[in-house]
C-alpha cells in the first residue's frame, strides 16, 4: 500500500510505499516544480507518513506494525522514539507544540 500526505503548509509532499519513502519540494518560485529533496529505503511496508512542517521530523506506522507509531530524524537518518497503542493507527496529525 503507498501513502502520500502533504505538510502542514503544502510545502512539501511525503511519498511512503513497501520500499521507503521519499520527500519532494513543492517550488513557490515556480509553479508546477517538483524537487526530489530526500529519499530513504528503509524496506518498510509504509501505510502512513506524514512530515512536520519543512523539520527533519518524520512520523511513520507501517502495515506490519500498525498499532505502532515511528518518528524519526531526516538528516541523522535515525529513529527518536517509537510508540504503541492498543488499536490501530488510522491517522497522524502533527503540529509545532511541545507536550
Known amino acids: 500500500m ?11 509532499l ?4 513497501k520500499s521507503g519513502y521519499q520527500l519532494y519540494n513543492l517550488s513557490q518560485k515556480d509553479v508546477g516544480q ?3 529533496t530526500h529519499r530513504n529505503t528503509v524496506k518498510k511496508n509504509l ?5 512536520l512542517f519543512n ?3 518524520i ?3 507501517t502495515e506490519d506494525q500498525r498499532s505502532t507509531l515511528k518518528l ?5 537518518d535515525a529513529e527518536i522514539c517509537e510508540r504503541s497503542y492498543r488499536g ?8 509545532r507544540q511541545v507536550c
Open 72 to 76: 524519526r530524524h531526516l538528516k541523522k
Open 2 to 12: 503507498d501513502c502520500i500526505s502533504f505538510n502542514q503548509d503544502c510545502s512539501n
Open 34 to 36: 517538483v524537487v526530489r
Open 59 to 61: 512520523a511513520m506506522v
Open 88 to 95: 490501530n493507527i488510522l491517522a497522524v496529525k502533527l503540529n
Open 14 to 17: 511525503v511519498i511512503g510505499s
Open 47 to 51: 501505510c502512513l507518513i506524514t512530515r
Open 55 to 57: 523539520s527533519s521530523l
